[in-house]
């Protein structure tokens, strides 16, 4: 008998969904079988990207996604419109790089008008490599955008060149500049942390999102690279991330972390915070409460999963709201446990982290 992989969190099933009893109806909360409400939507864009870091996707002989499956804006925005009916009040614009779409700013002014479950705004965010955002960012946060996250992996301009395969470092802390120049807040920056590569530099980054009123997000490297290279053995663990952070500072935990990704601490007492995203060593799939759409109108229940949900025919058939409601249903259903990275059969996603969208 193969051994069930036992998840931090895992969440037990309900016994009502257990037997089989789904009486959802549009406008009721996106609840899977496991009682999680779903409340986060990420939208990718584009698999395209400026960049072409070594975790993520290959330097060349990429496969995009063809034109004619993208999302239309129009398309977009009714998918999302149906997600905030039913509960969703949060919508992240992904990528590959989010900025490279064309109408980007027109997608954030459509989407930060969508009334929310309370009928308020839902709070529009984004996670971008920042390349383009100073000549972008004025126009995105009058059209509603609310929030940014920013990777930044190296300060190292030499290291920079090597992970992305791209000199295109001065840009992105440009683009950081410009978001801190903003008043967007939180303002968040994000780093995969990797041994042997920029494992030194932790100190560093974190110091560096301090001086930009940001806060520093470490990231565990995960298996969703499109190569399928990804070693375990050279992650750099949340645990190594901590001991590192507190030779220099003093880490409070900061409780209440709900369904964030992001455990946090206090650093030397606060208020200024750094956080970490351990997917592999210590996963928060038991309060994972978001959906992923890709850039093909595939919609996705967790970032490691192998089923995805097409909404393409729906889209472009005749099919009603309704019934795009229920496919979203469908998907939040069938959402399992947890991502089971640390069972030995473990299957990594076919598609590269570019396609699925961040």
Known sequence: MSAIPVMIGMPRPRASDAEGAASDLPGDPLVDTYGRVH?????????????RCTYCMPEQGNEWLARSSILTLDEIVRIASVAAASGVTTFRLTGGEPLLRADIVEVVRRLSRIPGPDGRPVELAMTTNGIRLPELLPGLVE????????????????????????????????????????????????AVAMRGV?????????QFALDHDAELRFIEQMPLDAGHTWD????????????????????TPVPERGGAPAERWMIDGGPRTVGVIASVTAPFCGDCDRLRLTADGQLRNCLFSTTEYDLLPLLRGQAGDAEIDG????????????????????LQPARGMNAIGG
């Open 39 to 51: 409340r986060d939507l990420r939208i990718s864009l584009t698999d395209r990207c400026s960049l």
């Open 198 to 206: 920029n494992d030194d530099e932790l100190t560093d980054l974190a």
């Open 327 to 346: 496919m979203l249903r469908s998907c939040v259903r069938g959402k399992l446990p947890g991502h089971a990275i640390n069972d030995p059969g473990f």
């Open 143 to 190: 059209a509603g955008l609310r929030r940014l996250n920013i990777s930044i992996d190296t300060l190292r301009r030499d290291r920079f060149h090597v992970l992305t395969r791209r000199d295109r470092l001065d840009d992105v802390l440009a683009g950081i500049a410009a978001a801190a120049a903003s008043g967007l807040r939180p303002l968040k920056l994000n």
């Open 232 to 251: 375990r053995a050279r992650m750099v663990t949340r645990d190594e991330i901590l001991d590192a952070l507190a030779q220099r500072w003093m880490l």
